[in-house]
């Protein structure tokens, strides 16, 4: 086994100064200046609509660029607490320099979105993880595409497509998304500009709350040029995921299809009836809680704890932790989980009965 010099550098420069990591006092002469964490500077700030901040990022020397499609991990200190949650980048793939654009959408209970909308500035130094997730473009690409997006949906799959265009790729590109209204588009005035700049691209807008024709129906997917050779990459809130899918499968059809979900879809329930009850000991915080069936990462936030945590929905495996005893069950699928000593993951597992946790 081979260890690079610098990492050995590194090793031995870190054991000298331990208790903490090198980086705990090089941030202390500059935030950006860091030797293993990755960590970005807001270099851009604006706000496309009411409800979204979109930030220019400019990441250290360990970032390793993106794909399009991909989402990366970000990390915000507000009142003294981390928080990380998943934004996917809206800027074509990038290699180690390039810098990122994110569009954050403010929901009404999103605490870090809120928080980046109403307080990022210019100089602001954010924590980062590099880019990960498989909903992307094929190496090989197909002889069309169809993108659908919903809402913040959009940043992945307009990654994509500015990549194409960066591409010269020629072949037909048809680009439907749904928004409340037409203010609430946040890249309107560019997609106007690609779809007339470049005539293989067939940009639909579908507005849900003003005179427009609402939701997704079948009929939206009408007159597609290439439709029958295209892939299809969809990517947007539950309701827009599951029309597309129903009518997919209802249907027949047979392009390749490729989803990515924005939100966490309501989780199955098993047993309703069942009471809820045993302890949830955390056992290196030395806490223990009544167990009130709710995730782990709940409760153990309701404990006054702070777990590592990225998407809540199960596919950033950021809140993993070993569960020592007990049982749980995944609330996305219901099954439920005995055995000790394995990597769980807090925001989707919860306790059936008495369990044990290293957090």
Not at 2 to 27: K, N
Not at 56 to 69: D, I, S, V
Request: aromatic share 6%.
């Amino acid at each position: 086994m081979s260890i690079r010099f610098p990492e050995l550098v590194g090793s031995i420069v870190e054991a000298a100064l331990s208790p903490h990591p090198v980086d705990r006092y090089l941030e202390l002469v500059d935030p950006m200046l860091t030797w293993r964490d990755l960590r970005a500077k807001v270099v851009a700030v604006e706000h496309p609509t009411p409800r979204t901040v979109r930030l220019g990022l400019r990441p250290t020397r360990q970032w390793q660029g993106h794909e399009a499609g991909q989402y990366v991990q970000l990390s915000v200190v507000i009142d003294g607490v981390r928080h990380m949650r998943c934004f996917s980048p809206a800027n074509a793939a990038t290699d180690a320099e390039g810098d990122l654009e994110l569009t954050i959408t403010a929901h009404d209970d999103g605490f870090v979105s809120t928080y980046l909308r109403d307080h990022a500035r210019v100089g602001m130094v954010v924590g980062l993880q590099q880019a990960q997730g498989e909903f992307v473009l094929p190496s090989q690409r197909p002889a069309a595409m169809v993108f659908v997006s919903g809402g913040s949906g959009i940043t992945p799959v307009l990654s994509m497509l500015r990549t194409l265009v960066a591409e010269r790729y020629a072949q037909p590109i048809t680009f439907l998304h749904y928004a409340r209204t037409s203010e609430d588009v946040a890249y309107r005035a560019e997609l106007a500009a690609l779809a007339a700049a470049h005539p293989n691209i067939d940009l639909r807008l579908h507005h849900t709350r003003d005179a427009g024709d609402g939701h997704f129906t079948g009929a939206h997917l009408d007159d597609i040029a290439g439709f029958d050779d295209a892939q299809m990459f969809v990517c947007g809130p539950p309701a827009l995921m599951n029309a597309v899918e129903e009518h997919y499968d209802t249907t027949g059809m047979t392009q390749q299809f490729h989803k990515e979900a924005f939100t966490l879809a309501a989780p199955i329930v098993v047993d309703p009836d069942a009471p809820v009850d045993g302890e949830l000991s955390f056992l290196r915080s030395a806490r223990s809680t009544t167990n009130d069936g709710r995730t782990i990462l709940d409760q153990a936030e309701s404990a006054g704890l702070s777990p590592e945590s990225g998407c809540r929905m199960g596919i950033c495996f950021s809140c993993t932790a070993i569960k020592r005893s007990g049982c749980t069950r995944n609330v996305l699928t219901g099954e439920t989980d005995t055995e000790a000593d394995t990597q769980i993951q807090l925001c989707i597992n919860a306790p059936v009965g008495d369990v044990e946790i290293e957090v």
